[in-house]
């Protein structure tokens, strides 16, 4: 594992998996068991169930009207903290977009709490299954972006721009 947020994504791709009742292989369910005993932590708030860790980057989120900027406080396997001056209203659903050592991940979320008075941000509890690109290229700054493909079966002529 690169990072917490690979960490994170892996273990919020299994759980995601578990939701949707698509059955996990054997090392998939040792590897969900290994990462949630991991992002438990040693926790000394017993109400709750992950630690949170201070993690402080910039992040990217979805709003009604476009796009909103933030900055994490600190993260856990469940959710996200982030300080920003644009908070969502309590129940509203967002997309997180982290950029981590040349690989974007993209994290659904609901709101869970949200404060626009002194110190604004928005508590985000993960909703779906998240996602990730790759970024190419030496400069991390290049829009050079790596995606999936699905191709066809063949049967069909395929024409290139």
């Known amino acids: 594992m690169r990072n917490l947020f690979e960490m994170i994504y892996e273990y919020q791709h299994l759980r995601g998996k578990e939701r949707l009742e698509v059955p996990l292989e054997d090392a998939e369910r040792v590897k969900l068991y290994g990462l949630a005993q991991l992002l438990r932590g040693e926790i000394q708030d017993r109400q709750r169930e992950m630690v949170r860790i201070p993690y402080p980057t910039g992040v990217q989120y979805t709003m009604p009207d476009g796009f909103g900027v933030g900055a994490v406080k600190n993260i856990s396997g469940h959710g996200i ?75 069909a002529p395929t024409r290139v721009a």
């Open 81 to 155: 903290a982030v300080s920003s001056r644009q908070p969502l209203l309590v129940g509203e659903r967002t997309v997180i977009r982290v950029d981590e050592s040349a690989i974007e991940y993209f994290f659904p979320c609901r709101v869970c709490w949200s404060r626009t008075s002194h110190n604004p941000g928005m508590g985000l509890v993960f909703d779906g299954m998240p996602s990730q690109a790759f970024v190419f290229g030496d400069d991390e700054g290049s829009g050079v972006r790596w995606r999936s493909l699905r191709l066809s079966d063949g049967k």
